[in-house]
């Protein structure tokens, strides 16, 4: 990940750049990703969501970015959160950037 702004990083999927924002989202949803031929494609997070849950829609975001219109919604739901669950079991978890005394970010 590249970091650009405080909550929000840029990386490659497939080939395609995204940028992964963690703001606000529509209140119907979690989450969501734009299709992959859109230009300067994002990923939005719901900037509340934590842990497991943050991490769960996060994968079922990223499944969209790579398989758009493969999968229905239903399976991409159900797949990310198996696959959320299985990496947080696994003792994945989000990094957080904490200051040394020094005032640098490690």
């Known amino acids: 990940f590249r970091s650009q702004m405080k909550n929000q990083k840029s990386l490659k999927i497939l080939g395609k750049t995204y940028v992964i924002k963690y703001c606000k989202v529509p209140e119907d949803r979690w989450g969501d ?3 992959p031929n859109t230009p300067n494609r994002k990923i939005r997070i719901c900037e509340t969501l934590k842990g497991k849950e943050q991490l769960s829609v ?9 398989a758009f219109d493969l999968f229905s919604e239903e ?12 990496l947080w079991e696994l003792g994945y978890r989000k990094r957080e ?3 040394k005394k020094n005032g640098k970010i490690k």
């Open 33 to 35: 990703c734009d299709h």
């Open 58 to 66: 996060t994968v079922h975001e990223l499944l969209h970015s790579v």
């Open 75 to 86: 399976w991409v739901q159900k797949a990310g959160e198996d696959l959320g669950n299985a």
């Open 97 to 99: 950037k904490t200051r």
